[in-house]
């Protein structure tokens, strides 16, 4: 009886001490039907470390650039080659949200040759020991030229009818926070988008058609049009919109007309950075850093 008793008393301190140490981080795939491809495809969701222990977490939902489009499957790993799952994943950052990244189609772009020259070994792998050495940051070879307001066409384009933009699987997208809140423990008060250059226009978008379901947003060298303001001023949505001064692919003037739009409406929470010594890979030095995982766990609806 006392042999029992010792064994069971062993085996209940053994539970209480597994059940204290926090859970290892998770990269899960996750298959749902794609309507637009009507095929199954995955997207990546990361489980921070002590996952298991807590009761709900903030929820980010990424969205890549042009360059990491693909088939859902063998080539969804390309999406972590940038962006906060980089970090936690790869970089093995505790970064304590849930993140959602799933990857757009390719549709007309597999001869572009970022994507048609790509190869998997430029996706960073969680290593055993140590973290990826980052990559360069290129800055270009343009003088910086400071503020640069001149104002351009109002809108340069259209987001709604964009045939190969995240406007496109918007939906399915939208479905992935509702299935991630459900079933992963997502807070629906602190849920946050971000993206850079083509995911950053997405961002802008998911936003303007979609302002309720964020707590804050954080394009990153994706801008947007001046058609997207009232909705995201009458939201009141924060945000934290970045630039790079050497970007020559999206320019720091294409930012203005909604920018300055927003501020027209009265929007009262619009911050906006132009990181002047960088290029397009700005997006390197914002997610690297730990300034916007701090403000965007500053904002709750």
């Known amino acids: ?22 859970s290892e981080p998770q990269l899960l795939r996750v298959s749902y039907h ?7 495809r995955d997207y ?19 969205l890549h650039g042009n360059g990491e489009r693909g088939d859902g499957k063998g080539e969804l790993d390309y999406v972590l080659k940038h962006g906060p799952l980089m970090e936690a994943w790869a970089q093995k950052r505790d970064l304590p949200f849930v ?10 772009q597999g001869e572009v040759s970022y994507i048609k020259n790509r190869t998997r070994a430029e996706i960073p792998q969680r290593l055993a020991e140590g973290i990826n050495p980052y990559p360069p940051h290129y800055t270009g070879k343009d003088p910086m030229q400071g503020q640069l307001s001149e104002e351009i066409a109002a809108d340069r384009a259209d ?13 399915e997208v939208m479905g992935m926070v509702d299935t991630v809140l459900a079933q992963y423990k997502g807070d629906p008060k602190r849920v946050y988008l971000t993206g850079l250059s083509y995911g950053g226009m997405g961002t802008w978008y998911l936003a303007s058609k979609h302002p309720e379901k964020f707590a ?7 801008y947007g049009t001046p058609s997207m303001a009232p909705a995201l001023a009458q939201a009141k949505l924060p945000m934290w919109v970045f630039a790079g001064g050497r970007d020559n692919n999206v320019k720091v003037r294409y930012f203005y007309p909604l920018l300055n739009e927003l501020e027209k409406l009265g929007h009262p929470d619009v911050r906006f950075t132009i990181e002047a010594d960088m290029g397009h890979d700005t ?9 916007l995982y701090t403000w965007l766990l500053s904002h709750s609806k």
């Open 216 to 222: 804050a947003i954080a394009p990153v060298v994706g």
């Open 99 to 108: 993140i959602i990244s799933p990857q757009m189609p390719m549709f007309d």
């Open 34 to 40: 794609s309507a637009k491809m009507n095929a199954e």
């Open 1 to 22: 009886m006392l042999k029992f008793l010792t064994a069971l008393l062993l085996a209940s301190l053994l539970t209480l001490a597994a059940s204290a140490k926090p």
């Open 44 to 62: 990546f969701v990361y489980l921070p470390r002590g996952f298991k222990q807590q009761e709900q977490w903030p929820v980010i939902l990424f």
């Open 159 to 171: 987001f709604d009818s964009d045939p190969r933009g995240w406007n496109t699987i918007a939906d």
């Open 283 to 291: 997006w390197i030095r914002v997610y690297a850093g730990q300034d």
